[in-house]
């Protein structure tokens, strides 16, 4: 019996410490997890602000009308120049980082607005890449036709 006791303390002792370096294990499993998700977050708002100021630049370029009077009644008319000139002034006032790539007015009644960003993490990780190039592109068609 005193060996068996004996036995069960050495092999007792031998396990000493490796609950330790698993708790370690998995704090690092669940930052790294944490720093992922917060990175994450971060790219997902990023895109939707970049949605947001692409749909505002592209409604400001609609209101970039040229009134015609085609067989006696207005007509509404966009060019593309009247559209990238709205979406500039748009993005100069909002203070947005962002770049216009490309405002244009494609069949003359909608204005087509692209803009572009790149994205990077606020947090350090391993995992995620340093910087994610994000584009947004929205279309928005004159009130009057």
């Keep these: 019996m005193r060996q068996r006791?004996?036995?069960?303390r050495?092999?007792?002792?031998?396990e000493d410490g490796s609950v330790l370096l698993?708790?370690?294990?998995?704090?690092?499993?669940?930052?790294?997890?944490?720093?992922?998700?917060?990175d994450a977050t971060s790219l997902y708002l990023e895109q939707?602000?970049?949605?947001?100021?692409?749909?505002?630049?592209?409604?400001?370029?609609?209101?970039?009308?040229?009134?015609d009077v085609v067989d006696?009644?207005?007509?509404?008319?966009?060019?593309?120049?009247?559209v990238r000139a709205q979406a500039e002034v748009l993005l100069a006032v909002a203070d947005a980082d962002a770049d216009l790539v490309r405002a244009d007015a494609p069949d003359g009644v909608s204005a087509r607005v692209t803009v572009a960003d790149t994205w990077h993490p606020p947090v350090?990780?391993?995992?995620?890449?340093?910087?994610?190039e994000l584009q947004a592109t929205a279309t928005s068609r004159t009130a009057l036709r």
């Design 72 to 82: 006696g009644s207005p007509a509404a008319r966009l060019s593309s120049d009247g």
């Design 22 to 38: 698993l708790a370690l294990g998995y704090a690092v499993l669940a930052l790294a997890t944490v720093l992922v998700c917060v």
């Design 124 to 132: 350090f990780s391993l995992f995620v890449p340093d910087g994610v």
């Design 5 to 8: 006791i004996s036995r069960l």
């Design 48 to 67: 939707k602000r970049l949605d947001a100021l692409a749909d505002a630049a592209a409604l400001a370029g609609a209101d970039g009308f040229v009134l």
């Design 10 to 14: 050495t092999a007792a002792a031998d």
